[in-house]
């Protein structure tokens, strides 16, 4: 007769309770905002209240016909394989610069992590001021080397506008990849080059063969990290442009926010979020795809 | 194959002197053993015979041309390292077809030269496989393949079994032994571990503190040590040694024996030996207590063969001996080893005191 109190092994109860807890979180904090945003979107929410009459699946339909839902998808996609792919190779350019050795090093290292921890408002307020056509450093850097005749409107042409969020972008986030990249790369055995070296393989064959093969699945899942952040950042768009000129950096969560929260039309804007997840979870699979091969050759 | 000279080298890191003016000729087709404790300059050494570090002074001639300033690649000397350093994204194929790749080598003469070696090591079937699918041994073999499809003259190892276990490091050192016997190429093989030293290497360098300390024939080394430093380094249990005076006295401990067992009475080291302790060892008892009477009383070890018969026990005190001439002398304040003639009488005189 086994003791009642000690455990069993595959004892289901005592698992259920404690997974309990960790499942109750998980639900308040994840799936009930979820369900409420679903159910949202299958109402026609007006301005003032949290509910309306419902009409199911009008408010997705709508927003399918809708020309700004698809400029909002092109700009997102802009925003995001712009800003990743630069900062991609941006980031493995310094992490290999980096992992060289040199002096002061670990200073230098310090350094490239100041704009991932320097506040977006403040980074904001400061790159306006660069980008600021009159009295910016951008454009009299660019018009003494001669590059340029007269100053961009950076932030207020629809041709540059993306292109200095991008920009903005890139500088913010671009030091978490380089960190990343720094920690997979001191992370391979020496005795890895040391014998490339001794077999004949020239500084860009070890590169090619030894170094890029051993970093590429942390490579992918940065860049799939990146993605999935970049795609829903908000706050460095909209502080900067607001989304504007011509709706020309309205991104899809700048367009939820002005749905939701200028136009008060809240079940438009979660049809318009849904959507969102839809795309971006689509996007994720693809990604975890490349993934999973890449994993499967090491 | 290639005769291997070292003039001279020393290598010092910011201050610090890691191999310290070393000469030494290694033959061709010879496996050397360099030995010591780990620090003590025999990676260091072995790393500059490789290039991949530059010695501070001195030179390295390989194959009769001078070596000390060549890229690695070109000294055609392949290295085995003590983690192999196997690419893991690559099968067990393409590691050992690596240095072919980057040469360039045409398809079909690499793919036979893989095969080949890997033939030779054992390690045909697992060819596909990656590294991380292969056993320690099979990663040890598939390093030695990879070494060995350049055709080097020259072979350099760092502890290449120390990440074996106990068992597959002797069969493993069998087996490289007899690998070497067959590629007839000429070894430079880096050990902390004195019984891979003394049962792969046709002769032993012992080093200690970026110093060779001796060159010898595994059996030079062990019956004739050349400073107290390697009498106690080499052997298990240490070489005994017991302080008089100027002299310091060293036995190993299989010699030193019950005295009944000594047929003659002329050309013996005696002493009362009082037993602390006996240690069985299967093949083999350690008789561990302390010497005294003509010898100042130290503490020692006899090693006696548990097929011979030996009554002694724990807290007893027995009647010792060691033949003279298996008995060796040291100076006491420098460690060298010094003649048994220059000696007889000093000790004589010690031992009447």
């Not at chain 2, 780990?38 to 194959?63: F, N, Q």
């Not at chain 2, 070696?117 to 697992?126: F, H, K, M, N, W």
Request: glycine content about 8%; aromatic content about 10%.
């Amino acid at each position: 007769m086994p003791d009642a109190r000690t455990v069993q092994p595959g004892d289901r109860t005592l698992a259920y309770i404690t997974l309990a807890p960790s499942v109750a979180l998980l639900l308040l904090l994840s799936a009930v905002p979820t369900i409420t945003v679903l159910a949202t979107a299958m109402q026609d929410v007006g301005l003032g209240s949290l509910s309306g009459p419902w009409v199911g699946l009008d408010n997705f339909v709508w927003a399918l016909n809708y020309d700004a839902f698809w400029r909002a998808l092109w700009n997102t996609f802009y925003w995001v394989f712009g800003s990743v792919a630069v900062e991609m190779v941006l980031g493995l350019g310094i992490a290999l610069l980096l992992h060289q050795n040199f002096a002061m090093r670990g200073i230098a290292r310090a350094i490239l992590l100041a704009p991932y921890l320097i506040p977006t408002i403040v980074a904001v307020l400061v790159w306006r001021y660069m980008f600021h056509d009159i009295v910016g450093i951008l454009n009299y850097f660019l018009m003494n080397l001669g590059l340029i005749e007269r100053p961009l409107q950076w932030l207020g042409s629809t041709r540059w506008a993306m292109v200095s969020v991008i920009i903005v972008g890139v500088w913010k986030f671009f030091p978490f990849v380089v960190l990343a990249l720094l920690g997979i790369l001191q992370s391979i055995p020496q005795e890895q080059y040391e014998a490339a070296r001794i077999d004949g393989a020239s500084a860009f064959q070890q590169f090619w063969r030894i170094t890029l093969p051993y970093i590429l699945p942390v490579f992918i899942l940065t860049a799939l990290l990146r993605t999935i952040w970049t795609f829903h950042k908000f706050e460095i768009i909209y502080l900067l442009t607001g989304g504007g000129p011509l709706d020309v950096t309205t991104t899809l969560p700048i367009l939820v926010y002005q749905k939701g929260f200028v136009d008060f039309e809240l079940g438009r804007a979660a049809a318009i979020a849904i959507l969102t997840f839809v795309i971006l979870a689509a996007l994720i699979a693809v990604y975890f795809m490349l993934m999973r091969r890449a994993e499967s050759k090491q | 194959m290639a005769q291997v000279e070292i003039r001279r080298i020393s290598k010092i890191f910011e201050g610090h002197t890691a191999v310290s003016d070393i000469n030494l000729v290694v033959d061709d087709g010879e496996f050397l053993v360099l030995l010591g404790p780990s620090g003590c300059g025999k990676s260091t050494l072995l790393r500059m015979i490789a290039g991949l570090e530059m010695p501070t002074s001195g030179d390295i001639v390989i194959g009769g041309k001078v070596a000390t300033r060549l890229k690695p690649k070109d000294r055609n000397v392949a290295m085995v390292f003590q983690n192999y350093a196997l690419y893991p994204h690559l099968t067990i194929y393409e590691n050992i077809a690596f240095p072919l790749r980057v040469q360039g080598v045409e398809k079909s003469k690499l793919n036979q030269k893989v095969r080949w070696a890997a033939d030779l090591v054992g390690i045909e079937p697992l060819l596909q496989r990656k590294p991380r699918q292969t056993s320690g041994g099979e990663r040890q073999r598939t390093a030695l393949a990879r070494s060995l499809v350049r055709d080097p003259q020259l072979f350099l190892l760092d502890e290449p079994l120390s990440n074996l276990d106990a068992k597959l490091r002797h069969s493993s050192r069998e087996e490289l032994r007899r690998f070497q016997d067959r590629v007839g190429v000429t070894f430079i093989y880096v050990t902390h571990d004195q019984v891979e030293a003394m049962g792969l290497g046709d002769r032993i360098v012992v080093m200690k503190a970026g110093k060779v300390r001796q060159v010898g024939t595994p059996k030079d080394i062990y019956s004739h040590p050349a400073d107290t430093f390697v009498a106690t380094f080499i052997g298990s249990p240490p070489m005994n040694l017991v302080e008089t005076g100027p002299t310091t006295v060293g036995f190993r401990p299989e010699i030193f024996l019950p005295r009944r067992g000594f047929v003659e009475s002329a050309n013996l080291l005696e002493a009362p030996f009082r037993i602390r302790r006996i240690e069985y060892l299967g093949g083999d008892q350690l008789i561990y207590g302390t010497v005294s009477g003509n010898l100042p009383e130290t503490e020692v070890i006899s090693r006696i063969p548990s097929s011979v018969r030996f009554d002694g026990a724990e807290g007893e005190e027995i009647a010792f001996a060691a033949h003279i001439e298996e008995v060796r002398y040291f100076d006491t304040e420098t460690g060298v080893a010094v003649l048994a003639s220059d000696v007889q009488g000093q000790t004589r005189r010690a031992g009447h005191a």
